[in-house]
């Protein structure tokens, strides 16, 4: 994010958090992750539910951890990752301004196709 980007939105999340959840694979391991209540989980056991090697799922794990949205914690060999979800509420809170917008938009997008069902029905 740019300094006037910062100035213009400055309750808006990071653009770190905005990659790392536009990867479906790495939605679907904060998904896994936020299963069972907020459990530690390993790379090992994160990387069973997906058609990848280990290393690419360290790789997203990478990602994730760097925009904040895991925390890692080594025991013995291994890393547990856990679930930070307090990036993702800033990222609801900022989309949530734009709900009226959409709201309008799409409220008048109905009326329109009702019309038009309207319409059809009259022909």
Known sequence: MT??????????????VFHAIADPTRRAILSRLAQGGGEERSAGELSSSFAMTLSAVSQHLRVLREAGLVSVRKSGR????RL?????????????????????????LGAYL??????????
């Open 84 to 108: 930070n979800a307090d990036p993702l509420r800033e990222v609801a809170e900022w989309t949530r301004a734009y709900e009226c917008f959409w709201d309008e938009r799409l409220g008048r």
């Open 78 to 81: 291994e890393r547990l990752y």
């Open 3 to 16: 300094v006037m980007e910062a100035q213009a939105y400055p309750h808006s999340p990071s653009q770190e």
């Open 114 to 123: 009702a019309r038009e069902e309207g319409a059809r029905e009259d022909v």
